[in-house]
């Protein structure tokens, strides 16, 4: 190679090796017989799972693959499942995460514990076995706790509704187990559960009939915030929802550091019947004592401030708009912040809402747009959708889907209160490989001049016929413009935020019975 040319090729791999390294080689995997999971693990890596094989009678068997941020495989696992089990959502701890099954038929619970830097690996499963009176009843809700153990609540009814509550260490060895059941005809129906370092905090469904056996005999339904010591089970305090002038509707729960429970939700009049009775959003915190900070309320027009939409309450009212509670989250371990999306015929923007101490005040209202690179059409904006919040210590950011023609992206953009901001982006899709041709017993039909030439003469007349048919709806109708494509979905792609704004995009292929997955930047 002459000087000259060596020099130009050096140079020209110099500008290209960069560009290389922004997205990592497609990776592929073999045998997966099922569409797998493929589960974040924020720094720590990925989770690629999926059902591999059946195993001894009344088993599946699952394989589970815990890859680092580079994708490289660091541990590997067969996990035997009972058959018809239902995977429950993944727990998060500091150093370990949590994949509970339950098994409804049985009332059992399988317990599986991972720690993806040394691969120790804990099972255990917990039956909820059923008394002369009650038997266990539907799905147990089942939190971590900040030692990273596990608090379990599961229902019970026969009569009467209740529940227990069971609390594992680390270890998965059982610390303490009790019952709580109503003493009269009430039903008692768990239906959150959060975990401080001082509260197992419960919202709970009682339902109870008033004047019985009598004309005017109905049935009411109350909301209660519970609060047990998470050391020993005892009950520290119940706190109605319902007040003088609202009603709390709580539907997030989340932990924070000093022992605190925050609960978020709507408020609504105090006897709450039709969608007109919501009036806003609340926040509030329970403490140990049993006291509760006095909520902070957000009416819909401050929010409608917020979203740029005057008549925010009124089409909630009328049934042409909705204002969903995303996910509430915290950056401080003291802080809370609860992260809103409003929509109406497009979706419109996110509505954060941040509660510097969690605790009393007003709280902060702001609105973060969709930014895209490019406008894309009604029906392509219509396909963003959230997809959660990375980076929660030091610098959170919001991440969403985005269309712009016929490419799907990941868009992520700060969550603070910035008045300039943009977003970065990645690609969402892996290129879908050809089909497999289809097996045929039957041999192709063997070529000849004359077969060849009757080949040529019918699509020639096939032509003809179209180009008269395009003439004649020329003709009838006038020019017609180029066809809208529109954007299709595949349904067996996907993706996955990991560390350090990237994105690992995946697709199975069917045909092939194989997951093939890539890293993506956010840039």
């Not at 889907?401 to 982006?425: C, D, F, I, K, W």
Request: glycine share 8%.
């Amino acid at each position: 190679m002459k000087p000259p040319i060596r020099l130009f090729f050096l140079a020209f791999l110099a500008v290209l090796l960069p560009l290389a390294s922004q997205a990592q080689q497609m990776q592929e995997i073999r045998g997966v017989p099922q569409p797998p999971q493929v589960l974040p693990l924020d720094d720590q890596g990925y989770a690629l799972f999926y059902r591999s094989e059946a195993g001894e009678e009344g088993q599946d068997i699952y394989a589970l693959r815990l890859l680092d941020p580079a994708l490289n495989v660091r541990h590997q696992y067969a996990l035997p499942v009972p058959v018809g089990a239902a995977m429950l959502p993944r727990l998060d701890g500091k150093t370990t995460f949590a994949l509970p099954f339950h098994d409804q038929s049985a009332a059992r619970l399988s317990l599986y514990t991972f720690n993806p830097q040394t691969g120790a690996q804990l099972r255990r499963d917990l039956v909820a076995e059923p008394d002369r009176r009650r038997v266990p009843t539907g799905r147990p809700l089942i939190a971590m706790t900040p030692t990273e153990g596990f608090c379990l609540v599961q229902p019970f009814r026969r009569d009467t509704a209740g529940y227990t509550v069971t609390v594992l260490d680390k270890d998965l060895k059982t610390q303490w187990s009790r019952m709580y059941f109503p003493a009269d005809l009430r039903q008692h129906v768990p239906l959150q559960v959060a975990v401080s370092k001082d509260l197992i905090t419960l919202v709970l469904s009682d339902s109870y009939t008033v004047n019985p056996n009598t004309p005017k005999q109905r049935g009411v339904t109350d909301l209660a915030v519970l609060g047990l010591d998470r050391g020993t089970g005892k009950m520290l305090f119940r706190t109605p929802v319902r007040q003088d002038k609202f009603t709390l509707l709580p539907t997030q729960l989340l932990p924070l550091a000093d022992g605190r429970v925050v609960a978020a939700g709507v408020y609504t009049q105090p006897q709450a019947t039709r969608r007109d009775s919501v009036l806003g959003v609340f926040m509030t915190a329970y403490r140990a004592d049993g006291q509760a900070v006095a909520p902070t309320l957000t009416p819909w027009a401050e929010l409608a401030a917020a979203t740029g939409e005057p008549a925010l309450g009124r089409r909630l009212y009328e049934g042409k708009g909705s204002f969903r509670l995303l996910e509430l989250l915290t950056t401080t371990g003291a802080d809370a912040t609860l992260v809103a999306e409003y929509g109406a015929a497009q979706p419109g923007p996110f509505v954060v809402l941040t509660y510097p101490a969690a605790a009393g005040g007003a709280a902060t209202v702001y609105p973060v747009a969709r930014t895209f690179k490019t406008l894309g059409t009604p029906a392509e904006q219509r396909l963003s959708s959230y997809r959660g919040v990375i980076g929660r210590q030091g610098e959170p950011t919001l991440v969403y889907t985005g269309v712009e023609g016929n490419q799907a992206y990941a868009y992520a953009t700060v969550l603070a209160n910035t008045p300039t901001r943009s977003a970065t982006r990645a690609l969402t899709e892996a290129e879908k490989l050809p089909e497999l041709p289809a097996y045929s017993a039957t041999p192709p039909m063997a070529s000849s001049p004359a077969l060849d030439r009757l080949t040529g003469r019918l699509g020639s007349l096939q032509q003809k016929l179209n180009t008269g048919v395009e003439a004649v709806n020329k003709a009838v109708n006038g020019p017609q413009g180029p066809p809208v494509v529109n954007y299709q979905p595949d349904q067996l792609a996907n993706f996955v935020v990991g560390p350090r704004g990237q994105v690992l995009v995946y697709r199975y292929e069917i045909s092939r019975k194989m997951l093939r997955y890539q890293l993506q930047p956010l840039k």
